[in-house]
């Protein structure tokens, strides 16, 4: 394996947790750890996954958890009750284990609830520690069904395990609920009948982001819970608003953006300026932050298959004409329809190299991405290097490329699938939810075993063999680009995939079992 390859390779959270709602109201979980409950202990013990194709995500269970649709996820992390608070039992549980450790050092956090919201207006709690149902509650009368879901601080947040959790329905109205007890705190309105479609809570957990079907865009007060501020999408048409698809906070809360039709729009929260916005080529689904000290980029899912990768950040007055500011890390589909190339769901992954994302696509493929050789690209420039010259060398510089790539000089690619795991056929994803840990800790994980390592390596130097990506010049609307070979061979575990059909099967058959017995 090239040596290159290797030291750009990004660290791999520790832990990753990616848990998918479909359409039949299934859920299903990847982990990168097993659940082993030995006879002579109590405590489940959690080991590394060993698979011997090298794969890093293994399905760890599949449920039918709702009558309807599954309309949103979200996962929190256990952890010890804040000073003052009781905790529940969890957090009670995950603190003993703590204390238990043989070295005497702290245990590392683990994914605690997982919340789940249908359309049939029930809010299911499940816990992930035991893979099994905590709780079920439906919302308050004549609010809808929930549409987008939060816990209060996030999972990504330092600010402690979750205290409140955020449900916006179909109503247009956000409930606020007490984690203790799932006792409702408040009822917010802000939005109107429409529907609040989706939302993001402040890493302090002091503040959140709401954006709905009415074209408005609320920041609320979480500490007082009230409505703190409304800005209102300029519509393009007379007879329908602006719906938000997705908004969502920067790691450390200085920044936000959100996406509405074919457009993303980034914000400075102290001085309130436009950080980027922009019109893609097809409707935008979802959005994530990436990126690190070197710099902030945004990612997108697109309806036709494209995810580019933009850059966050002001233009400078002495900035040169060739900057780049956006790539398009994979090519959108040769379609007028994408169909199951279609990327639904985009979510950034905490821990690792801050460039990783988890995808997913309408055809029930969900993909682990690094996305640093795109943001790399677009801080190297055009070329990947500082150019001098006049046009005649740039000319020859194009001739030459043909010979560049023959003579197995490196190659820099804008995205490396890490992983991929599909969830059965006729799977329709609609969300996804990620929780991880770590930061460049893996490593050392995996050099438990040498050979193992040897084959990671040796499935990440599959993805160098595709073609570049594909770029946008300079500019707001970013809407000319060069175009390129879009790769759709995808290479799944057979075995993986018909085990994943088979548990979705059996969680149907299960969900059908249940609906008879309510109809009898």
């Not at 050092?105 to 709690?125: M, Q, R």
């Not at 190339?341 to 309408?362: M, P, Q, Y």
């Not at 992983?419 to 994980?445: K, P, Q, Y």
């Not at 770029?471 to 075995?495: H, I, M, P, V, W």
Request: with cysteine; hydrophobic share 35%.
């Amino acid at each position: 394996m090239d040596e290159s390859i290797t030291e750009t390779n990004p660290a791999i959270p520790t832990r990753l947790v990616i848990v998918a709602g479909t359409y039949d109201g299934v859920l299903a979980g990847w982990d990168t750890v097993e659940h082993v409950r030995e006879q002579d202990k109590n405590d489940i013990e959690l080991k590394l996954l060993r698979r011997n194709d090298g794969r890093y995500l293994k399905l760890s269970f599949a449920m039918a958890a709702h009558e309807g649709s599954v309309r949103c996820l979200d996962i929190a992390s256990a952890g010890a009750a804040p000073s003052g608070g009781s905790g529940d039992a969890s957090s009670k549980k995950v603190k003993k284990r703590q204390r238990n450790q043989d070295d005497g050092s702290e245990a590392p956090p683990e994914p605690g609830a997982l919340l789940s919201g249908g359309f049939d207006e029930t809010i299911n709690v499940f816990n992930l520690q035991k893979h099994c149902q905590a709780g079920e509650l439906k919302t308050p009368n004549d609010l809808g069904s929930p549409l987008c879901c939060s816990f209060a601080p996030p999972c990504s947040s330092t600010s402690g395990p979750p205290t409140h959790v955020l449900i916006g329905t179909t109503s247009g109205k956000i409930v606020l609920y007490k984690k203790r007890d799932w006792s409702v705190q408040h009822v917010l309105a802000g939005h109107d009948e429409g529907g609040v479609q989706c939302l993001a809570v402040h890493p302090t957990g002091k503040m959140a982001l709401t954006g709905g079907r009415d074209g408005k865009v609320c920041l609320w007060d979480l500490m007082k819970g009230r409505l703190a501020f409304v800005y209102k999408i300029p519509s393009r048409s007379k007879i329908r608003k602006e719906t938000v698809n997705d908004i969502v906070w920067c790691d450390d809360g200085t920044r936000y953006a959100f996406c509405y039709g074919t457009k993303i729009t980034a914000r400075d929260v102290a001085s309130g300026e436009d950080l980027l916005d922009v019109e893609m080529p097809s409707r935008v689904n979802q959005i994530a932050f990436i990126g690190g000290p070197e710099g902030m980029f945004l990612a997108a899912g697109c309806d036709d298959g494209g995810l580019p990768v933009l850059e966050v950040g002001q233009l400078e007055e002495d900035e040169d004409a060739d900057t780049r500011r956006a790539i398009m890390a994979i090519e959108p589909v040769d379609k007028v329809v994408a169909g199951d190339d279609r990327l639904k769901c985009i979510r950034s992954v905490e821990g690792g190299s801050g460039f990783l994302v988890v995808t997913a696509n309408s055809g029930g493929i969900v993909s682990l991405m690094d996305l640093e050789g795109a943001a790399r690209m677009m801080l190297s420039g055009p070329d990947g290097s500082e150019e001098e010259g006049d046009s005649k060398e740039s000319e020859s510089e194009d001739d030459s490329l043909d010979s560049d790539i023959d003579s197995n000089e490196e190659v820099e690619v804008a995205v490396e699938i890490l992983d991929s795991v599909r969830l059965g056929s006729g799977a329709r994803i609609t969300d996804i939810s990620v929780w991880s840990f770590g930061d460049n800790e893996m490593g050392e994980v995996i050099d438990e075993e040498e050979d193992e390592v040897e084959e990671v390596e040796e499935e990440v130097e599959e993805v160098d063999d595709e073609p570049p990506a594909r770029t946008f010049d300079k500019g707001k609307k970013f809407n000319k680009y060069q175009t390129t070979q879009r790769n759709d061979s995808l290479e799944l575990d057979a075995a993986a995939v018909e085990k994943a059909r088979k548990l979705v099967g059996q969680a149907k058959k299960k969900q059908r079992k249940q609906k008879k017995k309510k109809a009898a």
